[in-house]
């Protein structure tokens, strides 16, 4: 099994910045991607950004040039640096990772993030 820990939210003004942080435990030698996704009050959760194990990063087009995402060399933590937070970046920001061995996807409980107008 694989534990996340997500940290790093919280209330921002708009062009303020954040950065969530991810942290894998437990059985983690095989997790390959890793991405941050988010869910805003009565929408779908949505992919952010995500990072393979070779580092390869892919965004959505509402954040690019704003998000960076990032992993330790012992890929077991996945950041995520927000920039020019607009109020529409206000959600609940979700880390997922997907352990290639067993072919599952583990989620972390969530961090809110607030950006205020």
């Known amino acids: 099994q694989v534990q996340l820990v997500e940290s790093g939210g919280g209330l921002v003004q708009a062009g303020g910045s954040l950065r969530l942080s991810c942290a894998a435990s437990g059985v983690i030698f095989s997790i390959n991607d890793m991405g941050w996704y988010r869910q805003a009050p009565g929408k779908q959760r949505e992919l952010v950004a995500a990072?393979?194990?070779?580092?390869?990063?892919t965004y959505a087009d509402s954040v690019k040039g704003r998000f960076t995402i990032s992993r330790d060399n012992a890929k077991t933590t996945v950041y995520l640096q927000m920039n020019s937070l607009k109020p529409e970046d206000t959600a609940v920001y979700y880390c997922?990772?997907?352990?290639?061995?067993?072919?599952?996807?583990?989620w972390g409980r969530g961090t809110q993030v607030t950006v205020s107008s």
């Open positions: 990072i393979t194990s070779g580092g390869t990063s």
């Open positions: 997922k990772v997907h352990d290639g061995f067993r072919r599952s996807d583990y």
